[in-house]
């Protein structure tokens, strides 16, 4: 069984929620007494609304928000690890873990919610969610290059020997203008919900956590989802006004999950740990929303390879109509040889897919007056190696669309496999 | 009748929407010719999914948007114009009219849609909506200083004889950090709407109508409301995880409107196109969240004077009860002298109050791997030298809170009334 993919109002979740703390009267020495015992209030020591809401269970054979239905906000953060004690990173790893559990179900990130016996320490959790349902929260966590050697060769943590080899920094491609500041980082977290305040109180809370063993290198928050993860959702649209993720690969599709998104038992020996887990890409991509728009409407649809309105090929059909890479008008091909869709096709490259789960950003306004915006690029493949750098290269060097794109970050990090009940994430990793 | 307040599914939003683009088969000639005529496609030309959403209405007394229940979103954008042309300028504001017209009842910026009849042009709208209900979006105009006097003085639309006298940049506050690259502005757009990629839309495709004539001088986005214009609406919390808004001025409080909010009839004799209309001010306030989230919850409740559960003030009751600022504990006021609740409190200024509809924000990450984050406040008031400078200065003066608190941005623009059928938007302002 896969978790993470049917939404549930889980029982808990359904009745309790961040509710639990709203409201008071009758039921507030039920609720005070629960918060004096460490934990939300149940049904029983409070009555409340019942929220219209999903949850997504935290454990389970995979990470959840991978092949989860995406959801449509996003609050991503990339951490540096500051300390050189083992011991402080699994338990930092504990208590990662039982935070995003009570979150992920609607509850406080710690034992001890904003109103509780004591009020002469700060509350377990900052309480800018309460109130606010589960609303679909997954969070997902991940290792960088850095936790098994970090920038100066050094094993810091022993796992060196354990290093998947896939796990390399990521090359230069063509036309990179990468931010330092927004590239690389120890460890990831990834956070969607369908509110972001849900989304930005789970990172916030996340990161306090771990004040003290780690430190943010960068953030990044989305608004619109740029793919659908299931057949149940329609296709979303980027900032060029396209349709994006057509072809992603679906949790519906459990075979090419295996092939191209899981990692396999016998893919990489040292990385036993990260057999049922990925590898997860990010690409911070900034569109140059105003020469694009600048663009006769045929013009863009030749880039892309598609028609603006519907999504289906320049070649016919509808949305979900394969490509005719063939079909010529004259002695030139319907589809140009730089089209975005031809240059990325699974055709091009041996039948490899990726799931991608990437968001819309904007960030306000750049230097020259232009929206600082584009695609927040996140995609989970079983090994970038064979199933993003390929592709990307291909995009460098031959993409209609890169004239309109300056990737402006980057970051690989390998993503465990799901945890199971009393276990914390990535806890194989550290089993000696 | 004051509108925008009241959300209404009508007739041709509710069938047609952006939604007309989608899909296809039978009814597809139908929607190309619509597009082959400019417009979008007719219910009878496409049928549709009903969308669940709301519409406001652009015209009306007042601008949609100030007293308009608060939408969960923001993209706010201040602009500088770069023509000396007063027909340049009347010119954009028709255009602009037009437009937020269109995109605030769920239709295309401009009357050529995405898929249209020639492909040799740019389309008049960058699509990324198409799909996306209007989401209860409201588009609403201001003009800053610079419209009546340029930097260094010049009368360039002639209208400095029409400028209102409150219409002076704000002065100077103590322990403000003002960004000039996100301070002031000729002119703003604030949109509002529940979904985010509706709200950057319609600023995305205002941008486009301007250029040339416009150009950005800073832009800033919110993910969730921070107060309530409405009885019907729950107060949300801000990323302090205090309730935040509990005594704003609702659309229901027509008396406090026409006392605080609207501009009257004898405020200004040089201004009578700004009566029916407001100021707004906008203020960037940056919290240092981390900080803050280390402190005891005792002292947060006695810094905001409130409790974090229910927002009751520390003299008892419900949300809604009024502080009692005379209880003591001992010789000690219960509510402290530096409490944000009673530094800001109506009673110390006079019994005026301000209708507030910020949004919280996360820009990532700061330099020092904090995060990026606050309040972007914006407030509506009938003269800010009577109704937001006072505060501020109290505020900046005495209040408990400021230690947690950065202001790295504010601008102050006149906004006009409502906009008639066949009128463009400020248009009182230009007749001779």
Not at 159 to 174: G, Q, S, T, V, Y
Not at 210 to 226: E, I, Y
């Amino acid at each position: 069984m896969t978790s993470g993919t049917t939404p549930s109002a889980t029982p808990s979740r359904a009745k309790v929620s961040r509710r639990g703390l709203i409201g008071g009267g009758a039921a507030a020495a039920g609720v005070a007494g629960a918060f004096a015992a460490g934990r939300w209030a149940t049904p029983e020591e409070h009555a409340v609304t019942a929220v219209h809401a999903s949850s997504y269970p935290f454990c389970g054979e995979q990470q959840a928000g991978i092949v989860t239905p995406v959801q449509d906000r996003l609050h991503f953060v990339a951490l540096d690890v500051t300390t050189d004690d083992r011991d402080e990173l699994i338990d930092l790893l504990r208590r990662w873990t039982d935070a995003a559990a009570r979150m992920t179900r609607g509850a406080s990130a710690g034992p001890v919610g904003p109103v509780e016996g004591s009020a002469l320490l700060p509350p377990d959790d900052t309480g800018e969610a309460i109130g606010l349902s589960a609303s679909g929260l997954t969070i997902t966590f991940g290792f960088g290059p850095g936790v098994f050697l970090d920038a100066d060769g050094n094993d810091r943590f022993g796992l060196a020997d354990r290093r998947p080899a896939a796990l390399e920094p990521l090359p230069h491609f063509a036309a990179d203008a990468l931010d330092p500041r927004r590239t690389g980082g120890d460890l990831c977290i990834q956070a969607c919900a369908d509110d972001p305040q849900v989304a930005v109180h789970a990172i916030r809370n996340l990161v306090r956590i771990g004040f003290g063993t780690t430190a943010v290198r960068w953030s990044q928050l989305g608004f619109g989802r740029t793919s659908t993860t299931s057949n149940a959702q329609t296709t979303p649209r980027n900032l060029f006004g396209f349709k994006d993720g057509t072809h992603n690969v679906k949790l519906e599709e459990t075979a090419d999950l295996a092939d191209h998104v899981w990692v396999g038992a016998g893919d990489d020996a040292a990385a036993d740990w990260l057999v049922g887990g990925s590898y997860l890409v990010t690409r911070r991509i900034n569109m140059t929303i105003e020469v694009w728009d600048r663009q006769p409407l045929g013009d863009q649809e030749l880039f892309v390879g598609r028609t603006k309105d519907s999504g289906a090929p320049l070649t016919g059909g509808g949305e979900f109509t394969k490509p005719d890479f063939a079909q010529q008008v004259g002695d030139q091909p319907v589809i140009p040889v730089d089209a975005h869709v031809r240059v990325v096709h699974p055709d091009q490259h041996g039948g490899i897919r990726m799931l991608r789960r990437g968001y819309n950003f904007v960030d306000g306004s750049n230097d020259i007056g232009g929206l600082e915006a584009g695609l927040f690029f996140i995609g989970y493949v079983r090994d970038p190696r064979t199933h993003f750098i390929p592709i990307q290269r291909a995009m460098a060097a031959q993409d209609a669309l890169m004239e309109y794109l300056k990737f402006t970050g980057q970051a690989l990090f390998a993503v465990p496999p799901g945890v199971r009940e009393g276990e914390y994430v990535g806890q194989a990793l550290f089993a000696s």
